[in-house]
C-alpha cells in the first residue's frame, strides 16, 4: 500500500516538471518572438535557475581563441561578473567536460569532485552543486547552460533534462543570430564590393576621359601640324619651276588628304572607333570641295552603309577613296559615285568608286606604275586586306568584315 509521503513527493515531483515545461515553453516563445540573443541568453539563465531551484544561473560561451568560456549572462553573480569572468575549458570545470564530452555533467559533491576542479569563480561564491548541458548549434557547440547550488545533492537526472530542453531553444536562437551576422557580413562584402566597383569605375571614366582629352589635343596638334605643312608645300609650289610644282602639288594635296581624314576623326562623338558611313560622307563632302568637283558641275554622289571600326582603319579606307576620287577629279569625267555597302555573299564591304570617264588606259598594269598616288592605293588596300580591281572608269576593293577589323 502506498504511503501518503509517496503521494506528496509524486505530486511534488509532477509540480516541479510540469513548471519546468511551462518555462521552456516561455522560452520557446520568446525565441519565436524573435528578440535578440543577449535577451533570450538571460532570460535562459533566469529560468534554467527558477525551474530547478537554484540560486545561480549562467550561460558560458566558448572561446576557442582563449581555451576558456565567458559569463555571457547569468543570475545571482556577483556585480561586474557577468561580461568579465572567465571559466577555463576542459577538465579545469563542469561545463568544460561536459563541453568536451557532449554530454549533460551534474555534480552534487563539487569539493570532491574527481572528473574536474572547481574553477574560482564557483569557489569564490561557495558553490557545492552544479549541473552544465552543452548548448549545441548547427555550425557546432555555442557553449553551456549551467545551474550552480550552495546546496549539495541539488540537482537530479530530470533537471537536467530540463535544462537540455532549454539549451536546445537557445540553440535554434544562435543559429538565427548566426545566419543573420553571416548574412549581415555578406551583405557588408556586397556592399564593399559594391563600392569598389563603383570608385573603380568612376577612376576608369577618369582616366577614359583623360585619355579622350589627350587624344583629341593629339589630333587637333596633327591636324595643325599638316596645315602648316600643306601651307609650306603650297607655297614652296608657287615658287618652284613647273616639272617641280606638279609634285609639290601633288604632295600638297596629299596632306590635305590626311588633313581632312583627322578633321573628321577630330570632330567625330568617340575617340578610337568610327561610324563608317557617316564618315565617308563627311569626307567625301569635303573632297566635293577640295578637288573643285563642286564648282565644275559634276556631281560627288555616296552611299554607304553604317557600320563601326577602328580608327586607322576608317582612316586608311578614307584615304583610299580620297586617293581614287582624287583621281576620277583629275582624269575622269562626269558625276563621281561612291559607294561602300555590304557584301551579303561574304559580310564584308565593298567598296566602288565610278566616274563617267574612260578610265585606264588599255593594258595599265597597276602594280607596274611609278605613279605615288596608284602605289599608295595598291598598299593601302593589302592593308586593308583586299586587292584593288579597276574595270574601266569603275575602281572596287572587297574589305574583310569590319567586325574583324576591331580586333
Same mark, same amino acid.
Given at each position: 500500500?502506498?504511503?501518503?509521503?509517496?503521494?506528496?513527493?509524486?505530486?511534488?515531483?509532477?509540480?516541479?516538471?510540469?513548471?519546468?515545461?511551462?518555462?521552456?515553453?516561455?522560452?520557446?516563445?520568446?525565441?519565436?518572438?524573435?528578440?535578440?540573443?543577449? @535577451?533570450?541568453?538571460?532570460?535562459?539563465?533566469?529560468?534554467?535557475? &527558477?525551474?530547478?531551484?537554484?540560486?545561480?544561473?549562467?550561460?558560458?560561451?566558448?572561446?576557442?581563441?582563449?581555451?576558456?568560456?565567458?559569463?555571457?549572462?547569468?543570475?545571482?553573480?556577483?556585480?561586474?561578473?557577468?561580461?568579465?569572468?572567465?571559466?577555463?575549458?576542459?577538465?579545469?570545470?563542469?561545463?568544460?567536460?561536459?563541453?568536451?564530452?557532449?554530454?549533460?555533467?551534474?555534480s552534487n559533491d563539487l569539493a570532491g569532485e574527481r572528473r574536474f576542479r572547481a574553477p574560482p569563480l564557483m569557489a569564490a561564491h561557495?558553490?557545492?552543486?552544479?549541473?552544465?548541458?552543452?548548448?549545441? !548549434?548547427?555550425? +557546432?557547440?555555442?557553449?553551456?547552460?549551467?545551474?550552480?547550488?550552495?546546496?549539495?545533492?541539488?540537482?537530479?537526472?530530470?533537471?537536467?533534462?530540463?535544462?537540455?530542453?532549454?539549451?536546445? %531553444?537557445?540553440?535554434?536562437?544562435?543559429?538565427?543570430?548566426?545566419?543573420?551576422?553571416?548574412?549581415?557580413?555578406?551583405? @557588408?562584402?556586397?556592399?564593399?564590393?559594391?563600392?569598389?566597383?563603383?570608385?573603380?569605375?568612376?577612376?576608369?571614366?577618369?582616366?577614359?576621359?583623360?585619355?579622350?582629352?589627350?587624344?583629341?589635343?593629339?589630333?587637333?596638334?596633327?591636324?595643325?601640324?599638316?596645315? #602648316? %605643312?600643306? &601651307?609650306?608645300?603650297?607655297?614652296?609650289?608657287?615658287?618652284?619651276?613647273? !616639272?617641280?610644282?606638279?609634285?609639290?602639288?601633288?604632295?600638297?594635296?596629299?596632306?590635305?588628304?590626311?588633313?581632312?581624314?583627322?578633321?573628321?576623326?577630330?570632330?567625330?562623338?568617340?575617340?578610337?572607333?568610327?561610324?563608317?558611313?557617316?564618315?565617308?560622307?563627311?569626307?567625301?563632302?569635303?573632297?566635293?570641295?577640295?578637288?573643285?568637283?563642286?564648282? &565644275?558641275?559634276?556631281?560627288?554622289?555616296?552611299?554607304?552603309?553604317?557600320?563601326?571600326?577602328?580608327?586607322?582603319?576608317?582612316?586608311?579606307?578614307?584615304? #583610299?577613296?580620297?586617293?581614287?576620287?582624287?583621281?576620277?577629279?583629275?582624269?575622269?569625267a562626269g558625276a563621281v559615285r561612291v559607294r561602300c555597302l555590304r557584301d551579303p555573299a561574304t559580310g564584308g564591304l565593298r567598296l566602288?568608286?565610278?566616274?563617267?570617264? #574612260?578610265?585606264?588606259?588599255?593594258?595599265?598594269?597597276?602594280?607596274?606604275?611609278? +605613279?605615288?598616288?596608284?602605289?599608295?592605293?595598291?598598299?593601302?588596300?593589302?592593308?586593308?586586306?583586299?586587292?584593288?580591281?579597276?574595270?574601266?572608269?569603275?575602281?572596287?576593293?572587297?574589305?574583310?568584315?569590319?567586325?574583324?577589323?576591331?580586333?
Open positions: 500500500m502506498a504511503r501518503a509521503g509517496d503521494f506528496m513527493d509524486s505530486t511534488q515531483e509532477l509540480t516541479i516538471r510540469l513548471r519546468q515545461q511551462a518555462l521552456i515553453a516561455e522560452l520557446g516563445l520568446a525565441a519565436l518572438r524573435g528578440g535578440t540573443l543577449q @535577451a533570450l541568453l538571460e532570460m535562459a539563465a533566469r529560468l534554467a535557475a &527558477s525551474g530547478t531551484g537554484a540560486p545561480f544561473g549562467k550561460v558560458l560561451e566558448y572561446q576557442p581563441q582563449e581555451g576558456a568560456f565567458l559569463l555571457r549572462a547569468g543570475i545571482g553573480w556577483r556585480e561586474g561578473s557577468v561580461g568579465a569572468a572567465r571559466i577555463g575549458g576542459g577538465p579545469e570545470s563542469p561545463a568544460g567536460l561536459a563541453f568536451a564530452s557532449g554530454e549533460p555533467v551534474i561557495a558553490l557545492r552543486s552544479a549541473v552544465s548541458v552543452v548548448i549545441r !548549434g548547427a555550425a +557546432g557547440p555555442f557553449g553551456v547552460l549551467e545551474v550552480d547550488s550552495q546546496e549539495g545533492g541539488a540537482f537530479t537526472a530530470p533537471d537536467a533534462t530540463f535544462l537540455e530542453a532549454l539549451a536546445h %531553444t537557445l540553440a535554434l536562437a544562435v543559429d538565427r543570430e548566426r545566419r543573420e551576422r553571416e548574412l549581415a557580413r555578406l551583405a @557588408a562584402l556586397s556592399a564593399d564590393h559594391a563600392r569598389e566597383a563603383e570608385e573603380a569605375r568612376a577612376t576608369r571614366d577618369g582616366l577614359l576621359r583623360e585619355k579622350e582629352l589627350l587624344l583629341r589635343e593629339v589630333d587637333h596638334r596633327v591636324r595643325n601640324s599638316l596645315t #602648316v %605643312t600643306r &601651307s609650306l608645300l603650297s607655297l614652296q609650289a608657287r615658287l618652284s619651276p613647273d !616639272g617641280t610644282r606638279e609634285a609639290l602639288e601633288e604632295a600638297t594635296q596629299r596632306v590635305s588628304t590626311i588633313a581632312l581624314v583627322h578633321d573628321r576623326l577630330y570632330r567625330a562623338d568617340r575617340i578610337g572607333t568610327v561610324e563608317l558611313g557617316s564618315y565617308l560622307r563627311g569626307l567625301c563632302g569635303d573632297l566635293d570641295r577640295s578637288t573643285g568637283l563642286g564648282d &565644275s558641275g559634276r556631281a560627288l554622289q555616296v552611299l554607304a552603309d553604317a557600320p563601326e571600326c577602328l580608327a586607322d582603319h576608317a582612316i586608311t579606307i578614307g584615304l #583610299v577613296v580620297t586617293e581614287v576620287v582624287s583621281n576620277a577629279a583629275k582624269h575622269g566602288e568608286v565610278e566616274d563617267e570617264g #574612260v578610265g585606264l588606259p588599255p593594258g595599265f598594269d597597276p602594280a607596274e606604275s611609278d +605613279g605615288l598616288g596608284m602605289r599608295l592605293i595598291l598598299a593601302l588596300s593589302q592593308k586593308l586586306g583586299g586587292e584593288p580591281r579597276w574595270n574601266g572608269p569603275a575602281f572596287r576593293l572587297d574589305i574583310p568584315d569590319p567586325a574583324t577589323l576591331l580586333d
